[in-house]
């Protein structure tokens, strides 16, 4: 941070509509948090992006300038995904706390070696997942830890998307890793913070319909505390865009839901009111650095999402075979 400041001061890298649509107005709102640097390689997206700040920023064109200028402190990754894993570890490398837009890598390996270098350095690792930050899951998290439904069992998942691209970098698998990691992942980092516990095995049946790669199928995970997780996943289906989760205990269930932003419990003998807050995935972010802890959404967690997202896969392909989660 700037000597006498409590401000955050953030550079970041890849200025996509995400960027200009979600991270800069996000990052206006936090009044401890302030964008001073920007890089992407189009002058035109450097000046469009820059136009949306509060203040003035400096600007590059190469990722390693950024990271290395004395004038951030946090490093926001928004680009496409095959350079996450390299910006994030020039970052770090750095010294400088790293928000890094899923999938974290595309190996679990390489999520290995983010994880060990921000334990090292002792900076804060974050991921862009923000299912855990939205209204119903956040609390519907707290009522199961809560024991309000009884020991949990089973937690489910689905997304059905029609979502296959025929141009731009998520067209492209060697940019994007494939739409389980571009897309599901959001999904099974969902189903992963529900079960709140170590994956330790999965096994995934699907395959290919329209694209050459997995583009649906179901994923069951089983966790150490017993809980079953299922996601289903759909890349060419039609129908509700809504996300939502479900979760299946001893002494009833939830349903969570984004776009009725309610919780309903089921109990015997009745059901409760519907509960609704307010989702801070950044404030998050900003607040891990400023205090020194870790965030939600931390590397740990990126890593699993990658590995569950690849186990998937690789069960898929092999019709249903047992894959030993290791994260």
């Known amino acids: 941070m700037a000597k006498g400041s409590d401000c955050i001061r953030i550079g970041i890298v890849g200025l996509g509509g995400w960027t200009k649509r979600v991270h800069l107005p996000t990052l206006a709102l936090i009044p401890e948090a302030r964008v001073t640097a920007l890089c992407a390689r189009r002058p035109e997206s450097l000046e469009e992006a820059a136009a949306l700040c509060a203040s003035p920023v400096q600007r590059f064109q190469d990722y390693e300038e950024l990271v290395a200028w004395e004038g951030v402190d946090a490093v926001v990754v928004s680009t496409p995904n095959n350079l996450h894993e390299s910006i994030a570890a020039a970052s770090l490398a750095a010294g400088k706390h790293t928000f890094v837009e899923k999938p974290l ?28 930050y939205a209204p119903p899951f956040a609390r519907g998290l707290q009522m199961i ?9 089973i937690v489910t998942c689905n997304i059905i998307r029609d979502f296959i691209r025929g141009s731009g970098w998520r067209a492209d698998k060697a940019l994007s890793g494939g739409m389980l990691l571009e897309l599901t992942s959001h999904y099974i980092n969902l189903a992963d913070y529900l079960a709140d516990s170590q994956p330790l095995e999965a096994v995934a049946y699907g395959g290919s319909r329209v694209v050459n790669e997995v583009d649906y199928g179901w994923l069951l995970v089983r966790y150490a505390n017993g809980v079953v997780s299922s996601v289903c996943s759909c890349m060419f289906g039609s129908g509700s865009r809504d996300i939502a989760a479900g979760a299946i205990g001893t ?66 392909l092999a019709g249903g075979e047992r894959v030993s989660i290791e994260v």
């Open 251 to 316: 002494k009833g269930s939830l349903q969570m839901s984004v776009d009725e932003r309610t919780i309903v419990l089921h109990h015997r003998g009745g059901r409760e009111p519907e509960v609704t807050h307010i989702p801070e995935e950044m404030v998050d972010f900003v607040t891990s650095i400023r205090q020194g802890r870790t965030p939600l959404v931390n590397g740990e967690v990126g890593t699993r999402a990658v590995a569950l997202s690849l186990a998937f896969e690789r069960s898929a």
């Open 105 to 132: 890598a595309f190996t679990v390996e390489g999520c290995r070696r983010l994880c060990a270098l921000a334990r090292e350095r002792g900076l804060v690792l974050q991921v862009g997942y923000e299912l855990p």
């Open 145 to 153: 830890r809560e024991g309000i439904i009884g020991e949990v069992s």
